[in-house]
């Protein structure tokens, strides 16, 4: 597999001083996810974790909608003698819904392509509101510092996203490195479907970006109750998070925070 970061030489400008060195930066590559040998996406991604990505991604596109029907991972190596581990293939058991997009997917885009907002709309099979989770605003403020302190690749490259899955307790579960934004919140989904652990009932999904559309809906179908970023959110995250039941905080900073929506999952609020 290759690395996560590469040494490239760089000229940096300092204060007027001009000079040479080798830099840390972060490796980005294709991966082809198919199903059952079919073509279904190539996502922009940073090699690791591959098989979470994979089946994160066909939970986020609504080709998995039951953690029974996973049946195996692995890479696909297409008969070449050198393979270079950016195919993954993904069995499952039964027919899946055709919701494939059969095209590139920047590191940058998480929902490219889709034609409508109702497409894009995936219905959720979890209800959040049958999950009584609620968090600290004081945990809350510490969680950003706890998924930076977990960065490794960030702490050599400066250009890489987390999203980290925490109990309400303050626990870290799983902390994945990307990229792209989306691509590391689908690492962390995959992990929870392949270890058992969806809906991942009870928990704070951490980001280290801004709160989107589409990060707010792969929490949803993971069974995430409370999402928070260290960034804004957008009007549609906002709406989604409400329509969900979901928690939603914003520009979580030690001890400032913006909530935008599920006020009932944040104790601390008008003292409460």
């Known amino acids: ?44 991604r940073t090699p ?44 499952l058991e039964g027919a899946a819904p055709n919701q494939h997009r059969h095209h590139t997917v920047s590191s940058a885009c998480g929902l490219c392509g889709r034609d409508s907002l109702d497409q894009v709309r995936t219905a959720a099979q979890w209800r959040l509101g049958d999950d009584g989770a609620r968090v600290d605003l ?43 934004r989306h691509n590391a919140v689908d690492k962390v989904i995959g992990w929870a479907l392949m270890q058992g652990r969806l809906p991942a009932r009870g928990t704070v999904l951490q980001v280290s970006s801004r709160l989107s559309f589409e990060l707010v809906q792969k929490a949803w179908l993971g069974g995430i109750p409370i999402i928070a970023g260290v960034s804004a959110p957008s009007t549609l995250a906002i709406d989604l998070a409400e329509e969900a039941g979901m928690g939603l905080a914003g520009f979580v900073r030690g001890e400032s925070l913006n909530v935008y929506a599920g006020h009932h999952r944040f104790t601390g609020l008008d003292g409460r």
Do not use: W
């Open 1 to 44: 597999m290759s690395p996560r970061a590469e040494r490239r030489k760089v000229t940096r400008v300092r204060s007027g001083r001009v000079d040479s060195r080798p830099d840390s930066i972060v490796v980005e590559e294709p991966l082809e996810i198919r199903v059952g040998q079919d073509p279904v996406a190539v996502t922009m």
């Open 48 to 91: 690791g974790d591959d098989f979470e990505l994979a089946v994160g991604f066909l939970l986020s596109e609504g080709t998995v909608t039951d953690p029974g029907q996973l049946v195996g991972v692995r890479y696909c190596d297409d008969g070449r003698p050198d393979p270079a581990k950016n195919i993954v293939d993904v069995t």
């Open 138 to 180: 004081q945990l809350l403020g510490r969680l950003p510092d706890r998924l930076r302190e977990g960065q490794a690749v960030f702490e050599r490259t400066g250009g890489i996203h987390a999203a980290g899955l925490f109990t309400t307790d303050g626990e870290l579960l799983v902390l994945r490195e990307d990229v792209g």
